[in-house]
C-alpha cells in the first residue's frame, strides 16, 4: 500500500511539473508572438502631419464635433503618434447568447495612429494560473483575432480576411477616443452632421472605410460609439450586427481629456450584450516631434 501511494504521490509531482512547464513554454512562445506583432505595427507606422495641433481646421465641422474638440484638446499642443494602454476588467466568455460567464483580464495595448493600427495582449483568467492568451490587432491593414489556452492550445485564430479587418479597423475608431488628435479631420475622418448630441464619421485606410455614429453628452465628450453592423463569430461564421461601445470617467491626460472605463457590447434583438468591461490603468503616449 505504501508503494502505491508513493506512486501516485510521484505520478501527481510529474504531472504538475509537466503542467508548469507547458504553461512556462507557452507564456514565453505567446511573448515571441506578440513582439513580432509590435514589430510589425511599428514597421507599419507613416509620417504624420501635421505635428501640432490646430484648431483652425475644425471650423466648419458638425457643432458637436466642434465641442468635443474643444473640450479635449489645446490648441498648439502635439499630436498623438503612439500610445501604451494597460487595462483590467471582466471579459464573457460565454459562445453564445445564454448566461453570461464573466472571467477577469489584464492586457497591454499599444497603438499607432498613422498608418492607423494596434496590438491588444490580453489574459483572460479561467482557473487559478491558467489564462487564455488573446491577440486582438490590426496591423498593416491586416486584422488579427487569435485566442489560446496558456498560449498553446488554440481557441480561434481569425486572420487575412475583409471581415476581420474591417471589425479590428472599427476597433482602433472607435478607441480614438484615447488618442483624440487621430479624430481630426488633417488625420483623414470626415465628419457628417446626424444631431445635436451625434455625428457621424468615416474613416479610410487604403481600401478599407470604417463609419461610426459618435454620441456626445451635455460637456461635449463623448458617451458611446456605435456601428450599424460589425462582424460577429458565431460558430465559423462571421455575421454582421450592430454594436456599441460606452465611454466614461474622463480625465485630463497629458493635457488632453480622455475617457478610463469603458463597456462594449452586441446590439442584439433581445437587446445590448456586453461583453467587454474595463479600465484603463495606464496610459502613455508618443507625441509628434
Excluded at 504624420?48 to 468635443?68: C, K
Excluded at 466614461?248 to 433581445?270: C, I, K, N, T, Y
Aim: no cysteine; charged share 20%; proline share 6%.
Amino acid at each position: 500500500m505504501k508503494w502505491i501511494v508513493l506512486a501516485v504521490l510521484v505520478l501527481a509531482l510529474v504531472l504538475v511539473a509537466v503542467t508548469a512547464a507547458a504553461v512556462t513554454y507557452g507564456h514565453l512562445r505567446w511573448n515571441r508572438l506578440t513582439a513580432a506583432l509590435f514589430e510589425r505595427l511599428d514597421v507599419a507606422r507613416a509620417p504624420l502631419h501635421p505635428a501640432r495641433v490646430d484648431l483652425r481646421e475644425i471650423d466648419g465641422l458638425p457643432a458637436p464635433v466642434q465641442r468635443y474638440f474643444r473640450a479635449v484638446l489645446q490648441d498648439g499642443a502635439p499630436m498623438v503618434v503612439g500610445a501604451t494602454v494597460e487595462h483590467r476588467g471582466t471579459f464573457n466568455m460565454a459562445a453564445d447568447i445564454g448566461a453570461p460567464k464573466w472571467k477577469p483580464f489584464t492586457s497591454h495595448q499599444r497603438v499607432v495612429t498613422r498608418r492607423p493600427g494596434f496590438v491588444w495582449d490580453g489574459r483572460v483568467a479561467m482557473l487559478p494560473g491558467l489564462a487564455v492568451h488573446v491577440h486582438d490587432a490590426y496591423v498593416g491593414g491586416e486584422g488579427i483575432l487569435h485566442a489560446a489556452i496558456a498560449g498553446l492550445l488554440t481557441l480561434a485564430d481569425l486572420r487575412g480576411t475583409d471581415d476581420v479587418a474591417l471589425g479590428e479597423l472599427m476597433r482602433f475608431f472607435a478607441e480614438a477616443a484615447w488618442y483624440p488628435t487621430a479624430l481630426l479631420p488633417s488625420q483623414g475622418v470626415q465628419w457628417h452632421a446626424v444631431d445635436e448630441r451625434s455625428a457621424r464619421a468615416t474613416l479610410r485606410d487604403g481600401p478599407r472605410a470604417s463609419t461610426l455614429q459618435f454620441f456626445f453628452g451635455e460637456d461635449g465628450l463623448i458617451t458611446a460609439v456605435r456601428a450599424e453592423a460589425r462582424g460577429r463569430t458565431v460558430g465559423d461564421a462571421v455575421i454582421p450586427t450592430p454594436w456599441e461601445g460606452r465611454w466614461s470617467s474622463h480625465q485630463r491626460r497629458d493635457g488632453m481629456l480622455v475617457p478610463v472605463d469603458g463597456e462594449v457590447a452586441w446590439l442584439l434583438p433581445a437587446g445590448a450584450r456586453p461583453y467587454w468591461r474595463g479600465t484603463i490603468t495606464t496610459l502613455r503616449y508618443e507625441f509628434a516631434r
